[in-house]
């Protein structure tokens, strides 16, 4: 009897085998697919991967010198000082992620501490203009590096990001007295109000060979709320509540009730511009319950998000990739060079900060692209800190390398999203607070 089971059983065994698979057969082994299966992580965790990996880049590595964050990866950049140039709104961003990486304990709080003493060292050696810090610094000299030609001063705009950046640190390390008073000194030191020319309005720049020669106001609607709020802020150099109103809003002109695909966008130009309108100022400014007379920020950036999602859905262009999974433009390097991508805008590029950096605004759209970008894309997207910076799937093209502007607003908008972390120490600062009041905020 056993051994009729037997015969049967190896009859049904190559039975089932074809012409070339003997009774020993079995599948071929498949690497991906157990990497798949131990790879597919939980939302919670795939956010953590992506913050802590996107923080290395400024921690691993910042300037040897200064602790900044560089400019950008690729070292060829710039006439071969792509690796020498730190950035100042960049580092602002980096420094404002300190607290959200001592928290989930990618690095402890004494060693942030004593990266801050090295940034701070490097802040208080190098030239300021009338406060004012320059858009961009050499690592090795702590001399300005011209961004343009007469680009070689005071950048009020890059200077706002970074005293964001400062004063979150400074809430956060509100017990280690040196750090707090060494942020405090660099943040009253900046003159906001010699930047109005006596006008209603601030400058972006001043040179002290063209002084205010490339003539730049800064009005909205744009990534620059910060700017305004911060100089209404300050304890020195403070400027008055007609300078917000006259020239930032334009006299109440910057409001214009666009619409798109149903949705209504109280600011900004065609389709909201590019993302970054909606991350850089808000890094610290809790839009949760932000108005003005001008508008409710919440809404408007939420409307921002929601207007370059379905753009993507709707893809006019009919461009390669795009759609619910694949959406988000801002500026960022692109096939042709750098530019300011948005729906108006549209080369056909993706930048992974521009959905991602939005998750406080469109949750479950955001982590559709990042679910994406990570698990679909992965083996070309992703690198050493985190995504590279755009890609095109029209183009079959990647960037090969990252920009610190792009980087640092994942971390800290993520964050915000998850915990209000960094929107809870920046609306804490009775400073800022004072500068709000000022303006007739409701927050």
Known sequence: MFRYLYFIGLMLIFSSCSSDEGPGYQEPYDPNSEVEEEEKLTDEELLDLVQQQTFKY????????????RERSQADAYGGQGRNIVTIGGSGFGIAAFPVAVERGWISRSEAIE???????????VPTYHGAFSHWYLDDSAQTRAFSEKDNGGDLVETAFLMQGLLIARQYFSGETEITNRITALWEAVEWNWYTQDEDVLYWHWSPNYAFDINLKIQGWNESLMVYVLASASPTYSVEPGVYHQGWASNGNMVNNRQYYGIDLPLG?????PLFFAHYSFIGLDPRNLSDQYANYWEQNTAHSLIHYNYAIDNPRNFEGYGEHSWGFTASDSYEGYSAHSPANDLSVITPTAALSSFPYTPEESMKALRYFYEEKRSELWGPYGFYDAFSEEENWVADGYLAIDQGPIISMIENYRTGLLWDLFMQDEEVQAGLNKLDFDY
């Open 58 to 69: 400024f921690w691993d590595f910042a300037g040897t010198n200064s602790g900044l964050a």
């Open 269 to 273: 130009p065609a389709y909201g511009g």
């Open 115 to 125: 990266r801050l003493k090295k940034i701070l060292d490097f802040l208080e050696e």
